[in-house]
DNA sequence: TGACAAAGGAGAATGATTCTCCTGTAATAG
DNA sequence: CTATTACAGGAGAATCATTCTCCTTTGTCA
C-alpha cells in the first residue's frame, strides 16, 4: 500500500494529464487509476478488474485493458515487463546485462564488463534472498533509431 | 550469431547435462538446443520452432515447448523474461528497481538509493539510445523463502 | 434539440502456451 | 540382439490472456 499523500499527488497528476490530453475524466478511469495508483504490487490487468469490479460491478475487462492501453501511452503508467508478449530463451548463462528496444522489442546482450558493478548499498527486505542482478537498459536499438525521426534522450 | 568455439563448449556442456540427469539425448532434442546456442538474438520459441523445422520438417510446436521447459529446470537455458506470462502495471513513475522473486513471480520495489548507480563504462553500440535502466535483481522473496527448505544464494 | 465523437459493455476472435492422448523410440537388462 | 519399459515425440484440442468488433450510452457542442 501507499501513502495517502503519494495516492493524492498521483490522483492529482492523473486528472492534470487527462485535461491536458482531452482525455474524459469517467468515474471508471478515476477508479481504474485509483486501483493502479494505491497499490505498489504491480497488478496484473485482471487484479485491477477484480479490485475495481467491487465499485463498480458492472466494469467490463475490456474497459480496464483499453484504459491501461490509453494510461500507458499517456505516461501514466508503466509496464514492469516489457517482453511480456512472449517468451524469450537465453542460452548464454554467464552474467551479461540487457537492452531492450521499446519500440521493436529486441534484446541485445550487453557484457557485464560494460557496466559499473551492481553493488547492494542496503540490504534487502528481511528474508530475502538473491540470487542474481542484471541491469535492464531500455531504449531505442540502432535499427529502429535510424527509421525514426525523433529520439528522445532519456525523459519519455 | 555465436562464434563455433562457444558453440560446441555449449553442446558439450548440454551432452553432458542430459547425460548426468538421465534425459535421452534425442535427435529433436539436439538440433533444438543448437538452435538456441547458437543464437544470440534471444529467440521465441516460435523462433526456434521455425528454424528446426527446417532440420526436422516433422517437428512438432509442442515438443519444442516442452524441451524448453526441460532445458530450463535443466539449467540450460533462462527465460530471459520472468514475468512474460502476464502484463504487469507500474504506476510509480520515479526511478527504482525490481526484485523478482523467481518462485511467486511477486515483484517488490528496491528503492533507487539502495544500489550503486547504473553506470555504462563502455559506451552502447553504435546508434543505440538509452532511455533508462534499472537493476532486476532476480531470488526468492521473504514468504517464499519462508516456506522452503533449500535456498540457494548465488548459483543456481 | 440534434448529431458527432469518445467511452463503456458484452462477447467473439486471436495468439501463445499447455494439456491430453496415443504412438514411437532410447535406454537397459538379459 | 531383442524385449521391456519408461521417457519422448506428434497431433490437435483446450485454456488463458489479450485484442477486437459491434453496438449502446453519454458527454459536448453547434
Redesign the pocket.
Known sequence: MISSAILDQRMEHFRARCAELG??Y?H??MIIYRALASSDSHP???GIFEQVRRE?P??????V???I?TFTEAGLLREVNLL????RLDANLGNHHHFVCVRCKAVTDIPEKDVAPLRLKHPLPDGFVLHRAAAELLGVCASCAASEPDLQTGSS
Chains 1, 2 share one sequence.
Open positions: 482525455l474524459a469517467t471508471q478511469r496484473t490487468p485482471e463498480i458492472s466494469i467490463s475487462l475490456g474497459t485493458y483499453k484504459n492501453h511480456h508478449d512472449s517468451l
